[in-house]
C-alpha cells in the first residue's frame, strides 16, 4: 500500500510559477512510475506529466510542454512538478498518481491516487 500526499497548493498570477510535491509512503517508490493528472470543474481528470521509475523517460502533455518539468528523488520518495508561465486555464486541482507500467499517461494505469492539490491561476 502507497499513500500519496501533495503539497504546493496556491493562488498565483498569470505567468507566475507554482512547485508541486508529492511525498510517498512506503519503501517500494522507486518502483513506480509517477505522474501528474489535473482536474478543472466540470471537465474529466488529464494527464499532465509522467516520469519513469529511474527518471530516465518522461512525457508531457502538449498543452504543458515547454512550460512544466517533472523531477523524482527515489531517495527522498518524492515527485515534483514545477509549473512556469502558468495559464488561467492551469488552474485545476492536481492529482499525483503512481503505477506499474514504465509510465503512468492514463487513469487505467493508476493504481494509487493522492487527495489532489488546488492549483489558483489568476488572469
Known amino acids: 500500500q502507497v499513500q500519496l500526499v501533495e503539497s504546493g497548493r496556491g493562488l498565483v498570477q498569470a505567468g507566475g510559477s507554482l512547485r508541486l510535491s508529492c511525498a510517498a509512503s512506503?519503501?517500494?517508490?522507486?518502483?513506480?512510475?509517477m505522474g501528474w493528472f489535473r482536474q478543472a470543474p466540470g471537465k474529466e481528470r488529464e494527464f499532465v506529466a509522467t516520469?519513469?521509475?529511474?527518471?530516465?523517460?518522461?512525457q508531457y502533455a502538449d498543452s504543458v510542454k515547454g512550460r512544466f518539468t517533472i523531477s523524482r528523488d527515489n531517495a527522498k520518495n518524492t515527485v515534483y512538478l514545477l509549473m512556469n508561465s502558468l495559464k488561467p486555464e492551469d488552474a485545476a486541482v492536481y492529482y499525483c498518481?503512481?503505477?506499474?507500467?514504465?509510465?503512468?499517461?492514463?487513469?487505467?494505469?493508476?493504481?494509487?491516487w493522492g487527495q489532489g492539490t488546488q492549483v489558483t491561476v489568476s488572469s
Open positions: 512506503g519503501r517500494t517508490f522507486s518502483t513506480y512510475a
Open positions: 498518481a503512481a503505477g506499474f507500467t514504465t509510465v503512468v499517461v492514463g487513469a487505467g494505469q493508476i493504481v494509487y
Open positions: 516520469i519513469s521509475r529511474s527518471g530516465g523517460t518522461i
